[in-house]
């Protein structure tokens, strides 16, 4: 079964960096992915998909890309500000399509002034 | 914009008590899902319904059972509540198109004493 790796350890970063958050998967090739966020005691709220024909996708201050070859997908938050701070998640479709999501574990992110 | 709501934020219960949690949706999806988080695993996937009294097993449905009767509404029930049921609880919502994001509610913290 496919397995997602998201890294377990907070990520610290000062007001106005660039924050990048790492989503590695295996076992199989996701058509699309998808990056949600999830602040403390509240349900995810989905922020973009990219699909596998897509290298990158941009919103706003948002940048998702999709290596297929590496199995990871990259996230980037530019000129991070303190109410970036939350734990985002990354999910994949099942292998051979359906409407289920597996759910990375997240990556806490911390913005600081 | 995609409302979905669960029936109580906190919720505590004494072991071997029969627990109702409801979910409902305004936005007229095909597809309902609950899940349960934990700190250290992620969300994890008990059941899904794809139409009505349609639904199927996900990961973890020991102990769980569901029912949809009616379009916008999918109640989670626990049997008997156990201690390691002890979690917080999310509905969520989507199309039937297999890309689609899934939309979540404010979650439901179950204490089980």
């Known amino acids: 079964s496919q397995k997602i790796e998201q890294n377990s350890e907070a990520l610290n970063i000062q007001e106005g960096k660039t924050a990048t958050l790492t989503c590695n998967y295996t076992n199989y090739s996701p058509a699309y992915l998808q990056w949600y966020r999830q602040d403390p005691g509240r349900g995810p709220v989905f922020l973009l998909l990219i699909r596998e024909n897509e290298k990158e996708k941009r919103k706003e201050r948002l940048k998702v890309t999709f290596d297929t070859t590496l199995k990871q997908s990259l996230f980037h938050i530019t000129a991070s500000q303190p109410a970036d701070s939350a734990t985002y998640l990354c999910?994949?479709?099942?292998?051979?399509?359906?409407?289920?999501?597996?759910f990375g574990t997240g990556t806490q992110l911390k913005v600081e002034l | 914009d995609v409302k979905v709501t669960q029936s109580s934020r906190y919720l505590v219960k004494r072991t071997g008590e029969k627990v109702f949690l409801e979910c409902v949706q305004d936005m007229d999806h095909e597809n309902m899902f609950w899940y349960r988080q934990d700190p250290g695993l992620g969300l994890r996937l008990i059941y899904f319904s794809y139409d009505v009294k349609m639904k199927e097993k996900g990961d973890i449905p020991e102990g769980y059972s569901v029912s949809r009767e009616k379009k916008e509404r999918f109640s989670l029930i626990l049997e008997s509540a156990s201690t390691n049921q002890t979690s917080m609880y999310l509905c969520?919502?989507?199309?039937?198109?297999?890309?689609?994001?899934?939309?979540f509610g404010p979650g439901t913290r179950l204490t089980v004493l």
């Open positions: 999910a994949l479709p099942p292998a051979g399509g359906g409407n289920k999501l597996t």
């Open positions: 969520a919502s989507s199309r039937q198109k297999q890309t689609d994001t899934q939309y």
